[in-house]
């Protein structure tokens, strides 16, 4: 069986792996690493978490090791692209990690954050930089930061790069980099648009794959709910509380929507009956986003609720469920989602809610990926429930508050006439008062010592 010190790392690398107890290099990085370390172009296609990371990391130290260069200032020799603020901050962990013994400095940029702090951070200049595109560009128009002195260029998840609209700034930033660097694509599918890019900015790349595009991991179990979309609500709160039985158990469940209002009603509707809950999406800030992955790493909230957004950056061990309560409308999303679970190893769960007008998304999703889904039949009392909690027709539809209509002719004659205050202007006079009653002009004549009408 093929191991790190077979692939030509250097010593710190393999001193570093032995540290994080890495021995066994995966698929992706048993192909990756020799043709990086050679310094050719690659293109590397593998589902999420088999390890693409260490497979551009491990042999990109190793040549920036070597080449043996000063740090330039206000650039970078390497430079990693994420579509992510999470998962910028996952792989320069990583860098760090890997590099531990190599004496390379790691720097992450991403949005979100102070300008300021990231532009002073970079002054002096980095050996790699993990960046989001927007932020990076941002420091670029400033004249804070240069990329003139990249050696290798790294596109990590560069499918989801085009889904976000990062196809103008990658356009961008492959001419501001140098013609003869090092580029690296990597992503777990890559669609027609993705493969003309790398025509574009890679020189012969070698291709890198290790399962067929679009396809699902082996160890993850597909089930499917066929439920209402007003009754999904419902449904979940009933497997979350374990009313209703589903295969595996709970460690860490993440649940998948299509937009960020609906994972915040889907928080706030479990909070309501004793379900705590976080929810991380794009208009989130940094630090709820931080603070929400800490707590769901930690099983303090063992449920995260995320859009597709937030789907590439999470890598946490442990994620036992994962539950699209929408569907993606588009199918290679769907590998992203359940490609949370079944990491380092391990089997998962991957519990999907189809609605009737979502049934052309589920056929797409067979289609693209052959997944086989088992269906799970409905709680028993599941219609008990949703009736019993559901809204009643009254509170769907409130009764309106009939307008007020000024009655007229007859009807006006009989109102009462209003009785005002007697001590107000205009009131009837009191026996003795003076003309006016207590007015303010009348007041003021009286101190004044004028005459007043007896």
Known sequence: MTQFSDLGLSQPVLQALDLKGYTEPTPIQAQAIPAVLEGRDLMGIAQTGTGKTAAFMLPSIDRLRDADRQTPFKSCRMLVLAPTRELAGQIAQSAKDYGALAGLKVQSIVGGTSVNKD?????????????????????????????????????????????????????????????????????????????????????????????????????????????????????????????????????????????????????????????????????????????????????????????????????????????????????????????????????????????????DYLKDIRKKTDAEFERLPLPDNFRAVVEGVGPTKREQKPRLARPKVRPTGDAAKKRKPKVKHPNRAGAPKREGAPAGGKSRSGNRRRRSGARQPG
């Open 119 to 359: 532009r002073n951070k970079l002054h002096r200049g980095t050996d790699i930089l993990v960046a989001t595109p927007g932020r990076l560009l941002d420091l670029i128009d400033q004249k804070a930061f240069t990329l003139d002195k990249v050696e290798v260029l790294v596109l990590d998840e560069a499918d989801q790069m085009l889904d976000l609209g990062f196809i103008h700034a990658l356009r961008r930033i492959s001419q501001l980099v140098p013609e003869d660097r090092q580029t690296l694509f990597f992503s777990a599918t890559m669609p027609k648009q993705i493969q003309e890019l790398v025509g574009k900015y890679c020189r012969n790349p070698v291709k890198v794959s290790v399962t067929p595009e679009s396809t699902t991991a082996e160890r993850i179990d597909q089930y499917l709910f066929m439920v209402q979309q007003d009754e999904k609500q419902t449904l979940l709160e009933m497997i979350l509380s374990e009313r209703h039985s589903v295969p595996g158990k709970f460690e860490r469940v993440l649940i998948f929507a299509r937009t960020k209002h609906g994972c915040d009603r889907i928080v706030k509707k479990l909070s309501q009956v004793g379900i705590p809950a976080n929810a991380i999406h794009g208009n989130k800030s940094q630090p709820q986003r931080e603070r929400a992955l800490d707590e769901f790493k930690r099983a303090k909230t063992p449920i995260l609720v995320a859009t597709d957004v937030a789907a590439r950056g999470i890598d946490i061990p442990g994620v036992s469920h994962v539950l699209n309560y929408e569907l993606p409308n588009v199918p290679e999303q769907y590998v992203h989602r359940i490609g949370r679970t079944a990491r380092a190893g391990k089997d998962g769960i991957a519990i999907a809610f189809c609605a009737e007008d979502e049934r």
